[in-house]
């Protein structure tokens, strides 16, 4: 099943309000992982108002997306985490 990029968004922000501990601290003390190279832009794309002191570990650090409104990466050297992607021994 595949959601529309609305559709996506309502869920991630319907998601946060279930988290009971969210709110406490902003979500400054919570992680979430993202994968691939539209980072949380793609799945998430109101993220800037929910989670932005999040810490997030991604694949990417560039900005991959199709999105011309977006030219701001969503990686933070400051506070995300860059973890490997699926890489082959060659590329090591």
Same mark, same amino acid.
Do not use: C
């Given at each position: 099943e595949s959601f529309t990029e609305e559709e996506s968004d %309502?869920? *991630?922000i319907? &998601?946060? $309000?279930? &988290?009971p501990h969210f709110q406490? !601290? $902003? +979500? %400054?003390d919570h992680v979430f992982t993202w994968g691939g190279g539209f980072?949380?832009? +793609?799945? *998430? @794309? !109101?993220? @800037?108002r929910y989670i932005e002191d999040s810490i997030f570990l991604m694949t990417e650090t560039e900005l991959w997306n199709p999105?011309?409104?977006?030219t701001t990466p969503s990686f933070t050297p400051w506070k995300d985490i860059l973890i490997p992607g699926r890489i082959s &021994? !060659?590329?090591?």
């Open positions: %309502r869920l *991630f319907s &998601l946060l $309000q279930k &988290l406490a !601290s $902003q +979500g %400054r980072g949380v832009d +793609g799945p *998430f @794309r !109101s993220w @800037r999105y011309h409104d977006i &021994l !060659s590329e090591v």
